[in-house]
C-alpha cells in the first residue's frame, strides 16, 4: 500500500489570505500526483481552516472555502482512485467538531471519526464539541483509527484502539509547541501499542525545534519515513498485513506482539467502558430495557432501581428527566414529586437542593427510607456504560436548555453509541435534531395511532420508534422496512412478552425484568 503524506507551510499569519495559500498549496500538490502514485493521501489537522484562531472566522471559512477545498480532496479521491484523509473543522446540528474525514475513490465519505481529547483553547475558545466515543472503520478488509493531534497523549485510547485490531491510525494533527524529538518518540510508542501503522501529517514550521515532523511508523515502532520541518510531501510503502512477530517471551515460540498483549491484558484494571459496549453490541435481540429500573421491586427511578436492573444484566434502563428551576437534569416521572416522594411540588419550579432533600423511598416501605431523587449525572455514573440508557425528556425546558444539556452530558461520558434521547413531544426530537443529530433519537409521537408512528420517526430521523400495547406486526413490519427498532412500552408477564416479540419487537421496557429473564424471554448480557 502506497501512503502519501502532505507536510503544507503553516499560515502563521491567521488570516483568511494566508489560510487559503495553504489550501492552494496542498490543492496545487495533490493536482500534481499521477493515479497509480498512491492508495492513501493523508492532510493535517483543520485541513480546510487552517492556522485561524478566530472562532468566527474558522467557521465561516469552513464553511465556504473550506468546504470548497474538501470538495476538490473527494474530486482527486475519484481521478486519484485512491482514499484522501483529512482532519476538518465541521458542524454536526448545531455543534462543531474536529474530525478525521477519509473519502473513498468515488468520492463519498468512508469513514470519520470525532477528535476524543480536546484541548483547552477547542473547548472554550472554539467550542467544539468532544466526541463521545472511540470510532473504527472497516474500508476495503483494513480497519482504520483516528487519533488526532492532543489524542497521541493518551495511552488509555491506543489500548482500546489494539483491542479493536486496528491496521491504519490516521493521525492529523498540529502539535505545534511539542519537541521534534518527542513526537518521533510518541508515535513509534502509539504504532507499537497498537500493532498498528500510524500515518502523522502535520504542519511545516521551518527551522523549528517543534512541530512539523509528518511521519509514518511501522507496527514494530521503526520511522519509515519522516518529514524534518520544510514543506515536503513524504511517502512510504507498507504491507497492512504485516505485524510485529515476536516471541511469547524468552526461549518461547513467535506471536503477534499485539496478540501476547491482549492475551495478558487486564481490562478491568484500566478499560472497562469498551469492553462494555462490545459486550452490549455483542448482545442479541431481543433485549430488555427496566422501565424506571427494577421499579417493580424498587422506588422507581431511584438509584436502587438502576443498580438492581444491572445486576441482573438489563441491555438498557429508562428514565424521566425534567430540569430544576436551577437548572439540575432531575430523574423522575411525574412533572410533581407529590406521588414518588414524601413531599411536593413542580419538579421545574424548585431548586436541586430543596429536591434532594426528599425522600423517594418511604413511599415503598420503610425498607426503602432514606432513598433520594437522583440527578442525571448520578444514573450515568452509576450506569458507567453497563447498559444503553433510554432518556425520556418530558419537557425541553428553556429555549430547548434540558435537550441540550442531556446531549452534551451524553458526549462528555461517551455514551454515544449506548444512549439515546425518547421524545413524545415534537420540540423535544427537533432540538436533538438539530443540535446533536449523532445522538440517536426515539419518537414516541402518535402512540395512539400506531400506524402513522412510522412517518413520524422518519420526520426526526429517529432509529427506534416506541410502540404501545396497540402495536400489531404490520406496524412493525412497516418500522422494520425503514430501518428502525422497535421498543415496546411494556410487557410484564412472559406470555404477552413473548406475544410482542413474535410481532417484531426488538426491545421491550418492562418493570420486571427479573421474571422475564427468569422466563428466558432474553438473555441478559454477556459480563466480562
Known amino acids: 500500500m502506497k501512503i502519501t503524506v502532505l507536510q503544507p507551510p503553516y499560515p502563521s499569519a491567521a488570516t483568511r489570505d494566508a489560510a487559503q495559500a495553504c489550501l492552494d498549496w496542498m490543492t496545487d500538490t495533490v493536482a500534481?500526483?499521477?493515479?497509480?502514485?498512491?492508495?492513501?493521501?493523508?492532510?493535517?489537522?483543520?485541513?480546510?481552516?487552517?492556522?485561524?484562531?478566530?472562532?468566527?472566522?474558522?467557521?465561516?471559512?469552513?464553511?465556504?472555502?473550506?468546504?470548497?477545498?474538501?470538495?476538490?480532496?473527494?474530486?482527486?479521491?475519484?481521478?486519484?482512485?485512491?482514499?484522501?484523509?483529512?482532519?476538518?473543522?465541521?458542524?454536526?446540528?448545531?455543534?462543531?467538531?474536529?474530525?478525521?474525514?477519509?473519502?473513498?475513490?468515488?468520492?463519498?465519505?468512508?469513514?470519520?471519526?470525532?477528535?476524543?481529547?480536546?484541548?483547552?483553547?477547542?473547548?472554550?475558545?472554539?467550542?467544539?464539541?468532544?466526541?463521545?466515543?472511540?470510532?473504527?472503520?472497516?474500508?476495503?478488509?483494513?480497519?482504520?483509527?483516528?487519533?488526532?493531534?492532543?489524542?497521541?497523549?493518551?495511552?488509555?485510547?491506543?489500548?482500546?484502539?489494539?483491542?479493536?485490531?486496528?491496521?491504519?491510525?490516521?493521525?492529523?494533527?498540529?502539535?505545534?509547541?511539542?519537541?521534534?524529538?518527542?513526537?518521533?518518540?510518541?508515535?513509534?510508542?502509539?504504532?507499537?501499542?497498537?500493532?498498528?501503522y500510524v500515518i502523522r501529517s502535520s504542519y511545516a514550521i521551518a527551522g523549528s525545534e517543534t512541530g512539523a515532523r509528518s511521519l509514518v511508523a511501522a507496527p514494530d515502532g521503526t520511522l519509515l519515513a519522516v518529514a524534518e520541518t520544510e514543506p515536503t510531501v513524504i511517502r512510504a510503502e507498507i504491507d497492512p498485513g504485516l505485524k510485529l512477530v515476536k516471541p511469547r517471551s524468552h526461549g518461547q515460540g513467535p506471536v503477534e506482539h499485539r496478540v501476547l498483549m491482549e492475551e495478558h491484558r487486564r481490562p478491568g484494571l484500566y478499560r472497562p467502558a469498551v469492553d462494555r459496549v462490545r459486550a452490549l453490541d455483542n448482545s442479541a435481540f431481543p433485549k430488555l430495557c427496566a422501565h424506571r429500573g427494577l421499579s417493580d421491586a424498587c422506588p422507581e427511578n431511584t438509584l436502587p432501581a438502576f443498580a438492581a436492573a444491572l445486576s441482573l444484566g438489563v441491555h438498557e434502563i429508562e428514565l424521566d428527566l425534567w430540569l430544576s428551576r436551577d437548572g439540575v437534569p432531575v430523574v423522575c416521572h411525574d412533572p410533581r414529586l407529590d406521588r414518588t416522594t414524601d413531599g411536593g411540588g413542580?419538579?421545574?419550579?424548585?431548586?436541586?437542593?430543596?429536591?434532594?432533600?426528599?425522600?423517594?423511598?418511604?413511599?415503598?416501605?420503610?425498607?426503602?427510607?432514606?432513598?433520594?431523587?437522583?440527578?442525571?449525572?448520578?444514573?450515568?455514573?452509576?450506569?458507567?456504560?453497563?447498559?444503553?440508557?433510554?432518556?425520556?425528556?418530558?419537557?425541553?425546558?428553556?429555549?430547548?436548555?434540558l435537550v441540550r444539556m442531556v446531549c452534551d452530558l451524553v458526549r462528555h461520558h461517551g455514551l454515544?453509541?449506548?444512549?439515546?434521547?425518547?421524545?413524545?413531544?415534537?420540540?423535544?426530537?427537533?432540538?436533538?435534531?438539530?443540535?446533536?443529530p449523532d445522538i440517536e433519537r426515539a419518537s414516541l409521537i402518535g402512540q395512539e395511532r400506531p400506524e402513522t408512528q412510522v412517518e413520524r420517526a422518519e420526520a426526526?430521523?429517529?432509529?427506534?420508534?416506541?410502540?404501545?400495547?396497540?402495536?400489531?406486526?404490520?406496524?412493525?413490519?412497516?418500522?422494520?422496512?425503514?430501518?428502525?427498532?422497535?421498543?415496546?412500552?411494556?410487557?410484564?408477564?412472559?406470555?404477552?412478552?413473548?406475544?410482542?416479540?413474535?410481532?417484531g419487537i426488538d426491545v421491550i421496557l418492562t418493570n420486571r425484568a427479573n421474571v422475564l429473564f427468569e422466563a428466558g424471554v432474553s438473555e441478559p448480557v454477556a459480563r466480562n
Open 32 to 196: 500534481s500526483f499521477a493515479p497509480g502514485e498512491q492508495d492513501l493521501i493523508l492532510l493535517p489537522e483543520y485541513s480546510n481552516a487552517p492556522g485561524l484562531e478566530d472562532p468566527a472566522l474558522m467557521r465561516e471559512f469552513a464553511a465556504l472555502d473550506g468546504r470548497a477545498f474538501l470538495g476538490g480532496m473527494s474530486q482527486e479521491a475519484t481521478r486519484l482512485s485512491c482514499l484522501v484523509a483529512a482532519g476538518v473543522l465541521t458542524s454536526k446540528g448545531l455543534q462543531w467538531v474536529n474530525e478525521v474525514r477519509m473519502f473513498g475513490p468515488d468520492g463519498t465519505p468512508v469513514f470519520t471519526a470525532e477528535k476524543i481529547h480536546l484541548t483547552d483553547v477547542e473547548k472554550t475558545r472554539l467550542g467544539l464539541s468532544e466526541a463521545g466515543s472511540l470510532r473504527v472503520g472497516e474500508v476495503d478488509g483494513l480497519r482504520y483509527g483516528a487519533a488526532t493531534c492532543f489524542d497521541l497523549y493518551f495511552d488509555e485510547a491506543f489500548a482500546a484502539l489494539a483491542g479493536e485490531n486496528v491496521d491504519i491510525l490516521l493521525c492529523p494533527s498540529y502539535q505545534r509547541s511539542e519537541t521534534g524529538e518527542r513526537i518521533c518518540l510518541q508515535a513509534g510508542a502509539r504504532a507499537l501499542d497498537t500493532g498498528a
Open 346 to 401: 413542580v419538579v421545574t419550579e424548585m431548586d436541586w437542593a430543596d429536591i434532594r432533600r426528599l425522600d423517594a423511598g418511604v413511599g415503598s416501605g420503610e425498607y426503602w427510607s432514606g432513598v433520594h431523587v437522583p440527578r442525571f449525572e448520578e444514573v450515568i455514573e452509576l450506569v458507567d456504560h453497563r447498559a444503553g440508557i433510554n432518556i425520556h425528556i418530558k419537557d425541553k425546558g428553556p429555549d430547548g436548555q
Open 416 to 436: 454515544d453509541r449506548l444512549a439515546y434521547i425518547a421524545g413524545h413531544a415534537e420540540d423535544v426530537l427537533q432540538i436533538a435534531l438539530d443540535y446533536a
Open 460 to 503: 426526526f430521523r429517529c432509529r427506534r420508534i416506541q410502540f404501545s400495547r396497540a402495536v400489531t406486526a404490520a406496524h412493525c413490519r412497516r418500522a422494520r422496512d425503514a430501518g428502525i427498532l422497535c421498543n415496546l412500552f411494556y410487557a410484564d408477564d412472559p406470555e404477552s412478552a413473548r406475544d410482542y416479540l413474535e410481532s
